[in-house]
């Protein structure tokens, strides 16, 4: 399966500021993903990110929150803008690959906001 | 609405029992089903991915699933874990192909030595 990374791996921020994730992958992929998993919760999904077009936001989630880049097959960018203590939490990029398209998942950037 | 459930939010068992987690879905169509397994400040590892054919798949780590239909469950097994194995377990059920993945809550796995 591909090798994901994630910068940073954590981070400490200040409420009002904007924050950025990268997800690199180590090989060409269509599908990434974006996932949230606040403290001591399931994973839901944020957006899904195809390269050459715009995310495709789920419900709940919109683009003026998390803007996401996708600028080749290999790389992803999230953004949380205009943090506040609620936006704490695990966000964690995945690919999908091979039969079906299973997902596999980054480290996760663990980001604290206070 | 598609959804997981996991009905035990922390299993507590002894290094070298056996274990089963368990995991139904509510899905109209045939599902993708997937086992990760989140160890402390890390990322998710997949265990285990059920498509099609046999009901009982073999994953990494030594553990098993069995997808059985008429229960719409997914339950996760293995005959004798390790202090390793402590960690959250997510099963997850993906529709569109896998290209969405709906979790479960998640079981926290506590070994005694």
């Known amino acids: ?114 | 609405a598609q959804s997981v459930t996991q009905p035990d939010i922390h299993i507590t068992v002894s290094e070298g029992a056996s274990l089963e987690l368990r995991c139904n879905y509510s899905y109209g169509a045939t599902p993708y089903l997937f086992w990760y397994v989140q160890s402390p400040g890390q990322g998710l590892q997949l265990l285990l991915k059920y498509f099609s054919g046999d009901t009982l798949v073999q994953g990494i780590k030594g553990f098993e699933a069995e997808f059985k239909r008429s229960q719409s469950s997914f339950n996760l097994r293995k005959p004798s874990v390790h202090w390793s194995d402590a960690a959250e377990y997510f099963c997850a059920v993906g529709y569109q192909g896998a290209q969405k993945l709906v979790f479960g809550q998640g079981t926290r796995l506590t070994i005694n030595p």
């Open chain 1, 1 to 114: 399966s591909a090798v994901i990374s994630q910068k940073p791996s954590r981070d400490i921020c200040q409420r009002g500021t904007s924050l950025t994730i990268q997800c690199q992958v180590d090989s060409q992929v269509t599908m990434m993903f974006w996932y949230r998993q606040q403290p001591g919760q399931s994973l839901t999904l944020i957006a899904t990110a195809n390269q050459g077009s715009e995310a495709t936001y789920e419900s709940g989630f919109v683009i003026d929150k998390f803007p996401i880049s996708r600028p080749n097959l290999t790389f992803s960018t999230l953004t949380v803008s205009n943090m506040s203590p609620e936006d704490s939490s695990i966000y964690l990029c995945s690919v999908g690959e091979g039969v079906g398209e299973t997902q596999y998942f980054g480290p996760g950037t663990r980001l604290l906001v206070l």
